[in-house]
Each structure stands twice: as C-alpha cells, then as structure tokens.
C-alpha cells in the first residue's frame, strides 16, 4: 500500500473542501429532484477515491502472493511446489488468479477481516464497472484496509 497515506490524505483534503462548499450553498427548491452540482461531487469523489484506497490494498495482496509464489519455487518438496505450479496461472501473471483466492493464501478465509476485505473488493468492482449506486464510507474502508494489511504483512 505504497500510497495509501498519500491517498487518505488527499481525500480528507478534497472532502474538506466538498463539505465546505456543500455547506456555504443554498439548497435547491423544495421538491426539485436533481442534486447539487457540489453533491454530486463529494458522492462521485468519495467512489473514486475508494476504488483508489482498494486498488493499493489490491497491490499488497498482489506482492504478498508474488512472494508466496516465489518463496514456493524453493521448497525442497517436489509435491508442495506442484501444488504451487498447478495454482499460477499459465499466463503467470497474478492477476489471473481471482481476487479472493489470492487473498486466501494470505490470510484465513474464516476472518472476518477476509469478508471485510472481500466485501470491500465487491463494492470496488461495482464503482469501477460504472455502479455508482452502493453506500460507501472511506472512514471504514480506510480502517477494514489498514486491519487487513496489518495481517498480511505478518504473512512471511
């Protein structure tokens, strides 16, 4: 999660300004349906700046399962490699395998951090494929993320 910080910082900052603006408006004429233009906006930012907060957690995952893979290629046990190769993909490329495998080879699927995680990962998809209709708080992704990544990088 290399920018992770970098990333919860600029949202604070634009949600500041959004909630600044929302509030110094004058709200629309009871009974018009369309929302502000600056109510929008904070409904659009938060959705991208969770797809961005879930894509660096996608990374870690990524890396944490790219050492997995290559810490396999030297165990000694012809059969625990095998078990390794017939996971990668022939593509080799990590991507391939689906989102909630990967993170089961890093962390218990029993966890609730693993449904959190998996939860969050559904919701991304949905923001990313054009759905901009799911509830989102970036206060709890931020914190389920940061929970998650705590146990991963404890994987060796």
Same mark, same amino acid.
């Given at each position: 999660?290399?920018?992770?910080? @970098?990333?919860?910082?600029?949202?604070?900052? @634009?949600?500041?300004?959004? &909630?600044?603006?929302?509030?110094?408006?004058?709200?629309?004429?009871? #009974?018009?349906?369309?929302?502000?233009?600056?109510? /929008?906006?904070?409904?659009?930012?938060?959705? &991208?700046?969770?797809?961005?907060?879930? &894509?660096?957690?996608?990374?870690?995952?990524?890396? #944490?399962?790219?050492?997995?893979?290559?810490?396999?290629?030297?165990?000694? /046990?012809?059969?625990?490699?095998?078990?390794?190769?017939?996971?990668?993909?022939?593509?080799?490329?990590?991507?391939?395998?689906?989102?909630?495998?990967?993170?089961? =080879?890093?962390?218990?699927?029993?966890?609730?951090?693993?449904?959190?995680?998996?939860?969050?990962?559904?919701?991304?998809?949905?923001?990313?494929? #054009?759905?901009?209709?799911?509830?989102?708080?970036?206060? @709890?992704?931020?914190?389920?993320?940061?929970?998650?990544?705590? =146990?991963?990088?404890?994987?060796?």
């Amino acid at each position: 999660m290399r920018h992770f910080d @970098t990333i919860e910082s600029a949202y604070q900052e @634009t949600d500041r300004f959004l &909630a600044q603006a929302q509030r110094s408006m004058v709200l629309p004429i009871q #009974g018009e349906m369309e929302l502000p233009p600056v109510v /929008d906006a904070k409904y659009v930012n938060d959705r &991208a700046y969770f797809v961005l907060l879930v &894509a660096q957690f996608e990374e870690l995952v990524n890396d #944490g399962v790219e050492r997995l893979i290559e810490a396999s290629k030297r165990l000694p /046990d012809w059969r625990h490699r095998e078990i390794w190769n017939a996971l990668v993909p022939a593509t080799n490329r990590i991507q391939d395998i689906p989102f909630k495998k990967r993170l089961a =080879l890093l962390i218990d699927r029993q966890r609730v951090e693993y449904r959190d995680a998996c939860g969050l990962y559904d919701v991304r998809n949905r923001i990313a494929h #054009g759905r901009l209709d799911n509830p989102v708080s970036i206060q @709890t992704a931020i914190n389920q993320l940061r929970a998650v990544a705590s =146990l991963i990088q404890e994987v060796p």
